[in-house]
């Protein structure tokens, strides 16, 4: 089992940034990627951004290709997304989900956290 937690959501004006962070812990070794999501009202969950989780490859949405940056550390089992440029658009549930090896498929998920940006 993988369990995830976030952290660092919160409310910021448009044009600021805000910086997630989620812990993975239990069989980290098991863990193929993890990936931030996010889900806003009225709207279907998208990704946002993955990264390898021994390798360190990333993939960025449309959405926030030159303005969130995704990094892990793997010393401190840490997957972190940095926000900048925020906009409204991007007020939403975040997630971190993790995806085993033996499945690539996002099996284990945290509790989400609150990013509101205000226009």
């Known amino acids: 089992q993988v369990q995830l937690s976030e952290s660092g959501g919160g409310m910021v004006q448009a044009g600021g940034s805000l910086r997630l962070s989620c812990v993975v812990s239990?069989?980290?070794?098991?863990?193929?990627?993890v990936t931030w999501l996010r889900q806003a009202p009225g709207k279907e969950r998208e990704t946002v951004a993955a990264?390898?989780?021994?390798?360190?490859?990333?993939y960025y949405a449309d959405s926030a290709k030159g303005r969130f940056a995704i990094s892990r550390d793997n010393a401190k089992n840490t997957v972190d997304l940095q926000m900048n440029s925020l906009k409204p658009e991007d007020t939403a549930i975040y997630y971190c989900?993790?995806?085993?090896?033996?499945?690539?498929?996002?099996?284990?998920w945290g509790q989400g956290t609150q990013v509101t940006v205000s226009s």
């Open positions: 989900a993790a995806s085993p090896e033996s499945t690539m498929v996002n099996e284990y």
């Open positions: 239990g069989h980290t070794d098991s863990v193929y990627a």
């Open positions: 990264i390898s989780w021994i390798v360190g490859s990333t």
